[in-house]
């Protein structure tokens, strides 16, 4: 039987030409194989690593050392007034083998032709300006050794401390008065409980009060501490001089403040402008405006300016006069946007104007070695920490949208970037309108020791119209009511003919919901519908082109993609359409060439509609912004980043909707966020007004939101200063700059350092009045004594209260609308109205109560304010905390922030005090809106 199978399996090998196919081999094989002879195992083979290689020793590169600076140079002394050499003489080189690797000073040697423009992550960064930088002779002095003063020379304040402990002999005069004499018998129980030092010593001198050495940083003014050798010296003496002192220390510091920020007038005209700058760097062909011309001539001083205006304003001339004057002086300037769809707009803007223009992102570098480099400020915050040489030659930053520091993500980046300038750099800042532009500006200025010149101007060029329309067919497409005119002037008669307009088409069932109207949800064939009837009649009214806010990428394409019946070119304007598309395109691969978007894009661009949002290929992105430069794109659905900076105006702009989603909650847009993409409406010299519409799509917004949006206080400039791995990471790598530097320096600390000077005074006049208050040698007593009655106080009045409000006539004045104090623990002494009550059994009754608190995320609706410690017991300490109303005087809670509201639900014991006051409120309508918030939060 095996011979027949041996010669069977020979026939059939004879016949194949190559043998039989590969198979694996039988695992079981190998395993069983390495299980019973573990010695063929890899890890048993060491012949490989035992092998030495041989190498000759070459001692002749123990020789090859880097090249010793040159510490000295020669100096020519010449005459004064003929001007020939007297003598020659040899002078030692201050800054002789700095380089790139140990030293921030710009004399330092140049680095490395193959770091580029971005710098080495070896390199040390240039010295921050305003920092002061270290002296090295200065250093040297200190760092002389000397004899040490085992008194004296020791620390008293520990690290990271304000203050600390002296520890001197107390003269006992100190403690007992001025007139009082020296007692004939001192018992050692009486000076231990004092926490005295017992001193032996018999000095008649430190008996007789000498002056006491102060602390180390809490400085007390010497003139201020008199003697006690007479009652010519009292004690009013003293404070009178303090207050003294104090005041000339605050008005020193008043003036230091204005010394850092100049708010520019620009009401008045500029007399005089072209004689005062006989030859501009660049000329313009416009008349440019006041704060154009202000701003030009502080530029022309090498001065740090900050410009807020509105959108489409004009804020760029300054940038390109900045720029101009770089390229005319042979130095350098750098301009940062926050986004790079604002860097390749402003790239291909300063390209027609200037020819020395580069531009530099994480995803190209173009002509890097130009004057002027167009860069995104992450580009720059790592230039500046790996010391590029670029910075030797800067001369201009121009940071556009600086208001981007409130991005809560990327905000720290602009902060970093301020705070590491060098010195020799000037600033341009570029912002919308904001509120605290001077807070701003007098931090850069303080951080830089230099002044900062604000010039604001409230007008906008092209004044805006607001819209609300709410047709949905082509039918009711001239249901467009005017919200807000020219002048700012809201009319209410507009939102009454949008919810009139509105009521109308809704169904018998929904007409019992109020004017406001119930919220219902626009599926895809009402949402074309609504477009449809938007184009037809922003065609017929003459508005195009127009940008269409959307908050949502795919919501986007799904609009572009409904409205493919849409055509809104002619033939001439598709041809230069498809000509400039598939000339941008070439550059792309044949398979590239066919990609669904690139396919889908040509189509929509051909009719005139265009998509622009972070999910578009960038040469795509580019290709639609420059056809909507041209005006071959009539209407352009985008998200908000496109109204960033981008310099591409409309004569009408729209909003989809008025809520956005920003990653953490749906929320209405604030007043800045509206003025930044409506700003986008109205083209400077060639509209009288811009257009602003509004679509109701599912129901009329609330009116006093529409008027918080529109007319609202724009976002104040908030720090978002962090500590990032990236920074910490960068200024380890040097001793000079420390991350403690960095927070003093930040926006959010410079408040508090503003009111160091200021505090320090108070603290020295705090330190004076401890000093001249009687010691206590025991109050033990007086302290039980108060906590007794204090603790039947408050005992015998939650007694009362409990009886009162079991009455009629208690309970009646707790009704909705009353004005109460509650305590809690998480609210201590807040004010609150009553809005009613929960339970319906008089001891247990619980009220909901909407009290006045810090502004805070949201609890959960209906949820009791910490039930396990909800009564108010006057038995432990930590119960008494926050109870000033009842011992103190009336001091109620008042917010430190911005003021929020709460509705908690307490019991009758943590109502502390009842008003006569009584409100006429809508309480019901009170619960729907914290209801309406708090879901909309969650």
């Given at each position: ?153 020791f620390a008293t304040v520990p690290p990271g401390f304000s203050a600390g402990v ?454 795509l992105k580019e290709v639609v912004e420059m056809l909507f430069q041209k005006g ?7 998200t908000e980043t496109f109204a960033m900076g981008v310099n591409m105006p409309a ?288």
């Open positions: 039987m095996t011979d027949c199978k041996a010669l069977s399996q020979s026939i059939i090998l004879g016949s194949l030409s190559i043998g039989f196919p590969p198979v694996l081999s039988d695992p079981t094989e190998g395993a069983e194989q390495f299980l019973t002879n573990p010695e063929f195992l890899d890890i048993h083979n060491y012949e490989r690593s035992q092998r030495f290689l041989p190498r000759e020793p070459n001692y002749e590169t123990c020789y090859s050392i880097d090249v010793t600076a040159v510490q000295t140079g020669i100096v020519v002394e010449r005459d004064v007034s003929t001007g020939k050499s007297c003598h020659i003489k040899e002078e030692y080189l201050l800054d002789a083998g700095k380089s790139a690797k140990n030293s921030t000073s710009l004399r330092r040697l140049p680095g490395s032709l193959q770091d580029g423009i971005r710098g080495s992550t070896t390199n040390y960064p240039f010295w921050p300006g305003g920092l002061e930088e270290p002296n090295i002779e200065e250093l040297k002095e200190k760092s002389v050794s000397s004899e040490i003063d085992f008194s004296k020379d002296t520890f001197e002999r107390k003269n006992l005069m100190d403690f007992i008065g001025f007139d009082a004499k020296a007692p004939s018998v001192v018992y050692l129980s009486d000076l231990l409980g004092q926490g005295q030092d017992i001193d032996l010593a018999d000095d008649e001198t430190e008996l007789n009060g000498n002056v006491k050495t102060p602390m180390k940083d809490i400085v007390i003014n010497k003139e201020a501490l008199v003697e006690f050798s007479g009652p010519k010296y009292a004690i009013e003496d003293v404070v009178q001089l303090q207050h003294g002192i104090s005041s000339l220390v605050m008005t020193s510091s008043a003036a230091e403040e204005e010394s850092w920020v100049s708010v520019v007038d620009v009401g008045t005209p500029v007399q005089g402008f072209h004689k005062k700058i006989p030859s501009m760097a660049i000329e313009f062909p416009f008349e440019l405006d006041t704060f154009q011309k202000q701003a030009i001539i502080h530029l022309e001083n090498h001065d740090n300016v900050f410009v807020a205006a509105h959108t489409s304003a004009g804020k760029t001339v300054v940038a390109e006069y900045a720029i101009a004057m770089s390229q005319q002086h042979m130095t350098r300037s750098i301009y940062t946007s926050p986004i790079k769809a604002l860097s390749n707009q402003k790239f291909r803007d300063f390209k027609e104007r200037f020819e020395d223009v580069g531009l530099v992102t994480g995803d190209v570098q173009i002509k890097p070695e130009a004057s002027c480099l167009i860069m995104t400020t992450e580009i720059l915050r790592s230039m500046l920490y790996n010391g590029s040489d670029v910075v030797r030659d800067l001369e201009w930053v121009i940071f556009d949208e600086v208001h981007y520091v409130n991005d809560a993500e990327r905000g720290v980046v602009w902060e970093e970037v301020l705070i590491m300038l060098p010195k020799h750099a000037n600033i341009i800042m570029l912002s919308a309108t904001v509120p605290n532009t001077r807070e701003f500006a007098e931090w850069v200025g303080r951080t830089k020791k230099k002044k900062v010149y604000v010039i604001s101007t409230p007008k906008r060029p092209v004044p805006l119209e607001h819209y609300l329309f709410t047709g949905n067919s082509t039918k009711t497409n001239n249901e467009l009511f005017l919200l807000l005119d020219a002048n700012k002037k809201f009319l209410e008669d507009g939102y009454k003919k949008a919810i009139k307009a509105k009521s109308e088409r809704a169904s018998k069932s929904s007409q019992g919901f109020g004017s406001k109207g119930p919220k219902y949800s626009v599926n895809p064939k009402q949402n074309k519908n609504i477009w449809l009837s938007v184009i037809d009649m922003l065609t017929k009214t003459k508005k195009m082109p127009a940008v269409a806010f959307i908050f949502s990428r795919r919501l986007i394409g799904d609009t572009a993609d409904q409205l493919e019946s849409v055509d809104l070119t002619d033939q001439k304007e598709k041809s230069q359409i498809y000509q400039f598309f598939e000339r941008s395109i070439s550059r792309l691969k044949g398979s590239d060439r066919k990609l669904p978007q690139v396919v889908t894009l040509r189509d929509q661009l051909k009719r005139g509609i265009g998509i622009h949002h972070s999910g578009i290929l960038p040469i071959l794109v009539k209407i352009l659905f985008a004569r009408t702009v729209l909003f989809d909707s008025i809520r956005k989603h920003d990653g953490r909650q749906l929320r209405d847009l604030l007043p800045g966020e509206y003025i930044q993409m409506a700003g986008r409406a109205g083209r400077r010299g060639l509209d009288t007004t811009g257009t602003v519409i509004l679509l109701c799509k599912e129901d009329v917004p609330e009116l006093s939101d529409l008027h918080r949006m529109m007319l609202g206080t724009p976002t104040h400039l908030n720090s978002q200063f962090r500590i990032t791995y990236t920074m910490v990471l960068n200024l380890l790598r040097m001793e000079q700059l420390r991350v403690e530097d960095m927070i003093k320096r930040s926006f959010g600390e410079f408040n508090n350092q503003k009111e160091l000077p200021r505090w320090e005074e108070k603290l020295k006049e705090l330190m004076k009045r401890r000093e001249s208050l009687p010691n206590v040698i025991d109050c033990s007593g007086d302290l039980e004594h108060y906590h007794d009655v204090c603790d039947e106080y408050l005992l015998l009045k939650e007694t009362i209260q409990m009886q009162a409000f079991m009455q009629p006539h208690g309970l009646k004045m707790l009704s909705a609308g009353r004005v109460v104090v509650v305590n809690t623990v998480s609210h201590r002494n807040s004010l609150g109205v009553i809005l009613g009550s929960v339970l319906p059994s008089k001891r247990d009754r619980t009220f909901r109560i909407l009290v006045i608190c810090e502004q805070r995320k949201e609890l959960p609706f209906g949820s009791s304010d910490d039930p396990a410690r909800k009564d108010v017991s006057p038995v432990t300490t930590s119960d008494w905390l926050g109870l000033e109303l009842h011992f103190l005087g009336n001091k109620y809670f008042r917010p430190t922030g911005p003021c929020g509201q709460e509705v908690i639900e307490v019991g009758l014991k943590q109502i502390t005090y009842v008003s006569s006051k009584l409100l006429k409120i809508n309480a019901e309508k009170i619960i729907e809106d914290v209801k309406k918030k708090r879901n909309a939060s969650v």
